[in-house]
């Protein structure tokens, strides 16, 4: 198949998106300045848990911190975004919407991506509402095709019930990431997609455990219930914000027993922002091999781990702060700056 069909396909998926946003936006009018906006931190404190609390399983943790937090597509393995990452946010104050946008795009930065430039096209689109459920549900009944391209049979979402879960969940952030599997070397869309004919895909080599095909993130659409986010810190909600854009995490995870950012909203205090091993976890995902085959890629990925945790942690190495305090150990920040 020839790479016009393969960006055919590229621009039909994005054009998905044009009417759900433009109607979303309009749908809502921007949350009060004054009475929704948390203050914003301007330390930067990553914290990381000691190696010597966990060695003794080190590599079982890492298999259950991956196997409770992450949610790849069903039956596919993990997609991450190629090359670049444009984030968009709406419905929120500008120099507070940049904040934002410029700490996403720090960390897309440090994992090898190039972040997009001013006036680029979406491909992570941050929603902030004072009914998220209710925009939810507005935006899955107006556009369903964008949250199912392919009708949920080709391997780019979670499923009906996972958006049931969308639209139903009153969790503070709701997310939903589609993906879409592509062939390795060309980048051409290796699925059936309504309009178009079936992709031929000639695979090079292929093994019992690399397929030639990865799966690429497409677009990412997050909607922020600004009702709950009392107390916390624009940091903090770019730090979670980040994780979410850039890796499939499960709606639905209980990340508790791990060090991360994604505790957020049930432990707020213990948590400034992004952690070691939040940062481990994302530059592993963007450094495995992907032409793996899905049954081994979790290894994979906790291969990479490990080895960044215990480099780490060799004795010429500064020795990383505990992962968790007390919450009375928590910084505080009396009087925080406002995003410019």
């Known amino acids: 198949m020839s790479n ?48 010597d609390e966990i060695e003794f399983d080190l590599r079982l943790y890492i298999q259950e911190f991956l196997k409770e937090v992450t949610a790849p597509a069903r039956s596919r393995g993990y997609a991450r975004w190629q090359r670049r990452v444009c984030i968009g946010v709406h419905n929120l104050e500008n120099r507070a919407a940049q904040y934002i946008i410029d700490r996403i795009s720090s960390l897309a930065a440090d994992l090898g991506l190039e972040p997009g430039e001013p006036g680029c096209s ?65 980048g051409q869309v290796a699925i059936a997609m309504p309009g178009f004919d079936p992709p031929v895909i000639s ?60 505790n957020l909203f049930t432990n707020p205090a213990a948590y400034s922002g992004l952690t070691d091993w939040d940062l481990s976890f994302l530059r592993a995902l963007y450094a495995f091999n992907q032409e793996r085959i899905p049954a081994v890629q979790r290894g994979a990925i906790a291969s990479l781990m490990e080895r960044q945790e215990r480099a780490a942690a060799e004795p010429d190495r500064p020795r990383r702060r505990a992962a968790k305090r007390r919450v009375e150990a928590a910084p ?6 406002r995003p410019e």
């Open 203 to 262: 695979v090079a080599g292929p093994s019992r455990i690399h397929s030639g095909i990865r799966d690429d993130l497409l677009y990412v659409i997050i909607i922020v219930d600004v009702a709950k986010l009392d107390g916390k810190t624009w940091q903090q909600i770019a730090d979670y914000l980040a994780v979410v854009s850039l890796a499939q995490i499960d709606p639905k995870t209980n990340p508790s027993e791990f060090d991360s950012i994604l």
């Open 4 to 51: 016009r069909r393969s960006c055919g396909r590229r621009r039909y998926l994005g054009l998905l998106l044009a009417p759900l946003f433009v109607a979303a936006a309009a749908a809502q009018e921007p949350p009060a300045q004054a009475d929704t906006e948390p203050p914003v931190a301007e330390e930067v404190i990553v914290r990381g848990r000691r190696l």
């Open 122 to 186: 979406p491909q992570v689109h941050i929603f902030f509402s004072v009914d998220a459920k209710e925009m939810a549900a507005y935006m899955v009944d107006r556009q369903p095709r964008a949250f199912r391209p392919a009708g949920g049979n080709a391997g780019m979402d979670l499923g009906l019930a996972a958006l049931d879960d969308f639209v139903e969940s009153d969790r503070p952030v709701r997310w939903w990431h589609v993906s879409v599997p592509v062939d390795a070397r060309t």
């Open 332 to 337: 505080v920040v009396s009087e925080p700056a």
